[in-house]
């Protein structure tokens, strides 16, 4: 004991003497805006993404909700759930060293733990109004993550976009990923994505199984985007399963934070 006790002095006398740079205490820690009072301060746990850089998009936005469900008399709009989940997926990313960019902001609403989540139309694409125009908006943004990935220099660049799909309610489906036709590293990123959660659902809900799945698909925001990119439909924002994948905060966080984990998966080999 008294051993033990020496050390932790000598320890903290060693502290006092070298006490951490500015720079050193910074490191440990990051802040964001847009997360939110609550959440805007966040700790740096590890550097597993040091040297990584993705481009964040939460589908649609602005003058455009996107696929609109009804969960107990209340209207779920798919461009606010995305977009909570893109801020928490950016949120496990950034704990990791990674740098991120939020391509479709808004300053008011930060990561939220309500079931339903208030509808607006102040998202913006990085401060700039969102086109209500379809083509207009896909390329507003193409060209903002373009504009970036030309800027940054980090070794490993991804681009992910989240949307939620909208089918009969009866239709109950898992998270899709889809990559750009022929695109190696876009299909290998959306396997450890989809793989990690297949993993996940497997020790969590046992028995229940895990029907996601990784196609080519020629969207705009992958055809005319240049960094690697996986697009994810998170479920049927109408089927009453599926919504619980969105209205309950945990399991929104649990999404996020598993997607995480399958792109910390595909950078340990992609950056080789």
């Known amino acids: 004991m008294q051993m033990k006790k020496l050390l932790l ?4 006398f060693i502290v006092f003497l070298f006490p951490l740079s500015a720079q050193e205490q910074k490191k440990q820690s990051g802040k964001e805006p847009l997360f939110g009072k609550a959440m805007a301060s966040y700790p740096i746990v590890s550097n597993e993404l040091s040297g990584a850089c993705f481009y964040l998009v939460g589908g649609h936005g602005g003058p455009d909700p996107g696929a609109i469900g009804t969960y107990n008399g209340h209207k779920l709009h798919e461009d606010e759930y995305a977009y909570d989940i893109v801020l928490r997926l950016g949120r496990e990313l ?15 609403d930060g990561i939220r733990n309500g079931s339903v989540l208030k509808n607006s139309k102040r998202e913006t694409c990085m401060g700039k109004e969102i086109p209500l125009d379809q083509v207009a908006r896909l390329k507003q943004r193409s060209l903002k993550i373009d504009e970036l990935y030309r800027k940054d220099k ?5 681009a992910v976009f989240v949307h939620i799909d909208s089918r009969s309610q ?7 990923f889809y990559h750009a036709p022929g695109s190696k590293q876009g299909k290998r ?3 450890r994505m989809k793989n990690t959660l297949a993993t996940k659902y497997k020790k969590h809900q046992p028995g229940r199984g895990f029907k996601g799945t990784v196609s080519e698909r020629n969207l705009y925001v992958l055809r005319n985007t240049q960094p690697a990119g996986v697009y994810l439909e998170l479920g049927n924002i109408r089927n009453s399963r599926d919504q619980q994948r969105l209205v309950l905060e945990n399991n929104r966080q649990a999404l996020a934070k598993w997607l995480a984990e399958g792109i910390v998966a595909d950078y340990k080999v992609g950056k080789k």
């Open 189 to 191: 990123l959306a396997d």
């Open 9 to 12: 002095a000598v320890l903290s």
């Open 170 to 176: 009866g239709k109950q489906t898992d998270v899709y």
């Open 154 to 158: 980090s070794v490993y660049k991804r």
């Open 94 to 108: 950034l704990m990791r060293g990674a740098k991120v960019h939020f391509i479709i902001q808004d300053k008011k």
